[in-house]
T-cell receptor, first 114, second 113 residues
Framework: EAGVAQSPRYKIIEKRQSVAFWCNPI?????LYWYQQILGQGPKLLIQ????????DSQLPKDRFSAERLKGVDSTLKIQPAKLEDSAVYLC????????????FGPGTRLTVT | AQKVTQAQTEISVVEKEDVTLDCVYE???????LFWYKQPPSGELVFLIR??????QNEISGRYSWNFQKSTSSFNFTITASQVVDSAVYFC??????????FGPGTRLSVLP
């Protein structure tokens, strides 16, 4: 079974530029998550989708971050404009709708904002 | 509110030693799930185990074992006869029924040859 795919793996941009990350979850997983992981910290949930609807985006900085999952499969996370403090690893994960199931993570995108 | 605490920021052991990683959680719910994840230097989080709140049986998988104690709200993880490949950051996480995951800050384990 293929895992969660993410691209790009690395991205370096200047502050005030925009960037987009892509995620393809495990086939059949209805729930998709985007996390931000700053160096030395645990993952912080940015947004959770179930199918193509948003379940939780309470920690998403909506003035600069946006995410979509139009067909209930792939998802894109965008930052516009980027700030220095956005430097982090952005992790995508997916799971089934069952609360008992764990999440499966992609390799992440390491973003450096200079 | 939910919270996961991993008091050990970093642990170093010598290969073949046993090591226990602590996890303490807070929740008011009676139904919840606990997880451990491993994040090796490559960066990808790897799912290790899940446990539901109604199952307090300890679990052993090879060199890994988990001790869940509801009375102390703890879900500790022990690696027996540690190996260099066990070096990673380990995260404990809590999920309430129907809700998203809350991760602890992680414990960095270094296993020295």
């Amino acid at each position: 079974e293929a895992g969660v795919a993410q691209s790009p793996r690395y991205k370096i941009i200047e502050k005030r530029q925009s960037v987009a990350f892509w995620c393809n979850p495990i086939s059949g997983h209805a729930t998709l998550y985007w996390y931000q992981q700053i160096l030395g910290q645990g993952p912080k949930l940015l947004i959770q989708f179930q199918n193509n609807g948003v379940v939780d985006d309470s920690q998403l900085p909506k003035d600069r971050f946006s995410a979509e999952r139009l067909k209930g499969v792939d998802s894109t996370l965008k930052i516009q404009p980027a700030k220095l403090e956005d430097s982090a690893v952005y992790l995508c994960a997916s799971s089934s709708v069952l609360a008992s199931e764990g999440q499966y993570f992609g390799p992440g995108t390491r973003l450096t904002v200079t | 509110a939910q919270k996961v605490t991993q008091a050990q920021t970093e642990i170093s052991v010598v290969e073949k030693e046993d090591v226990t990683l602590d996890c303490v959680y807070e929740t008011r719910d009676t139904t919840y799930y606990l997880f451990w994840y491993k994040q090796p230097p490559s960066g990808e989080l790897v799912f290790l185990i899940r446990r539901n709140s109604f199952d307090e049986q300890n679990e052993i998988s090879g060199r890994y074992s988990w001790n869940f104690q509801k009375s102390t709200s703890s879900f500790n993880f022990t690696i027996t006869a540690s190996q260099v490949v066990d070096s990673a950051v380990y995260f404990c996480a809590l999920r309430r029924y129907g809700q998203n995951f809350v991760f602890g800050p992680g414990t960095r384990l270094s296993v020295l040859p």
